[in-house]
Every structure is written in C-alpha cells, then in structure tokens.
C-alpha cells in the first residue's frame, strides 16, 4: 500500500474547496479533483485516512466514466500524471491515481438517487409510512428486499448535515419540468447499466447517488459515480433479505463506532489498526470485482 494522504496543499494552485473527502484546486477552465484517504462517518471526519481508498475511489469512478459515455457525457479530462500542470509536476508522486482532471460545469442543486433495493432511509421510510419517498410500495416488503423496479428519489443538497429526500414534483420545481425528467431518465438508466454489470461480477448495488452538472448546454455526469462512497455494494452470493446486508464500504468503521457508544459529537476517536485494515481490504475488493484487475 502506498502512504495514506489525509490532506493535499499545493500553494502553486489556488484551492476551490474542501470537502469530507476531496480537496479541489482551480485549473482556470478545468478543475483538479484531488481524492483523499479521509473518511467520515456520522457527519464527521475522521482522524485516521483508510491506506488506498482514496486511489480506489478515483480509478474507480474513472472506470464508470469511461464505460458509461454512451449514456451521458461526464467530466473527465484526465488521470494521467504526464497531463498535469507543469506547476503540480513536483506533486506527481503524491497525486498519482488519486487526481482527475475535470471540465468546470454548473452544478445542479438536487441530488440524484436511484434506489433498487429497499435498505437504509429507505427502509426506515417504509417502515413509517408504507412508502420510500412517497411513492407507495407493496405491503409487506423486507428491509433489503428488491423493489418492483428502480426507483429514482431526488434530494437536496444540504450545506451542513444530512440531504433531505424531496418528492420529484419539487426536483421539478428546483431544475424545471424539462431538465428534471431528463435528470431522472439518465440516472436510472446509469443505475440499470451499472447494475448489470456489477451483478455479473458478483455485486448488487443497493442504491446511488450521482451528481450532474450543465455544460454547454449539455447535461454531464460530475463528483464520483458508482463508488463504495456514493453507493451500497453488496455481495450477491451472501445477499439474504431480512435483515441488513454485508457491504463493500466503511461498514467496519460505523460498526466499531456503534460499538462504542460515541456520540457522534466532537472528539472524533481514532480507529483501531484492525478496523483501518478491514475497511482498506473492502474498498481494495470492490474494485478489483466490479473491474476485473487488482488496484495498481
């Protein structure tokens, strides 16, 4: 494993943002995307990176880009280090598959998720109401069980805290009617795609979220797509609906925090070698099943 990098600052470039995960530099026309191995977990960062999944999520989301052009257009400019700005060329070890170039788009202010099995708020929704974001399911449905058929359940963009789901009628409202539709009938058919391929390598995603952004007048798929950190994987051989499911993601690390009784506010505690470990091999593992080689 290469070393873990919780935090990139590079004075040759100004710097856009900040967020949980990714560090964003400005590139005039273009924007550099750089993946951290930060995570967090109940709204918090935590203290310790997660060696390699930084890099996993990069490649990944470069592998969805690449295998889903024909659907929509998308961001990406590059990933290789000899494109980098002459300026970042000391950086290049540090940055190496952890980078995306990316084409400045306009972001739109919905999140867009698709959900094809009933897990999550999802389920807890269900549970209250007898529907998932107001649509209505049938009756008596199992936490993880596989709806009818995908579901596309917009939300908000929340500053601070959690996104909130919001009927489809308000993402019309938000983006217009036009936009909106076309929003949702290229996010479901990103999922279907998605899904199918991922099925075949022996992963069920539960759900995603995917971000778009407008163009040139073109609507692009933007952020991350079809990661651990914007999807739940789960592993089709042991899937069993009922009950919460196994996951490709930091499933370790808010079972540890559970087990510990935080109270999800600051100090955030440090993780355990062994949990660090475990979360590291999952990331490492969906990637290498969802595309066919080991993380190089």
Known sequence: MRP???????????LLSRGKV?????????VLIVVTDRLSAFDHVLPNGIPDKGRVLNLLSAFWFEKT???????????DSSDLP????????ELNA?????????????????????????WNDYKRTGALCGITLPEGMKESDRLPEP??????????????????????????????????????ALYNFASDHARSRGILIADTKFEFGMLDGDLILCDEALTPDSSRFWPAGSYAPGGAQPSFDKQYVRDYLLSIRWDKEPPVPSLPEE????????YREAYALLTGTTLP
């Open 69 to 79: 052009r024909h659907i929509v257009k998308n961001h990406l400019v590059s990933i």
């Open 275 to 282: 949990v660090v470990r475990k979360t590291s091999e999952k």
């Open 86 to 93: 002459s300026a970042l060329c000391p950086h290049k070890e």
């Open 4 to 14: 873990v990098v919780t935090r990139t600052d590079f004075k040759e470039v100004p």
């Open 98 to 122: 952890r980078f995306t170039l990316a084409r400045k788009a306009r972001m739109l202010p919905v999140e867009c998720v698709v959900r094809g099995y009933l897990s999550g708020s999802g």
């Open 22 to 30: 990714r560090d964003m530099y400005d590139l005039d026309d273009q």
């Open 151 to 188: 579901l596309f359940t917009p939300s908000t963009k929340a500053e601070v805290g959690h996104d909130e789901n919001i009927p489809f009628g308000k993402a019309e409202e938000i983006l217009g009617e036009g936009l909106a539709k076309r929003v949702r009938e290229t996010s479901l």
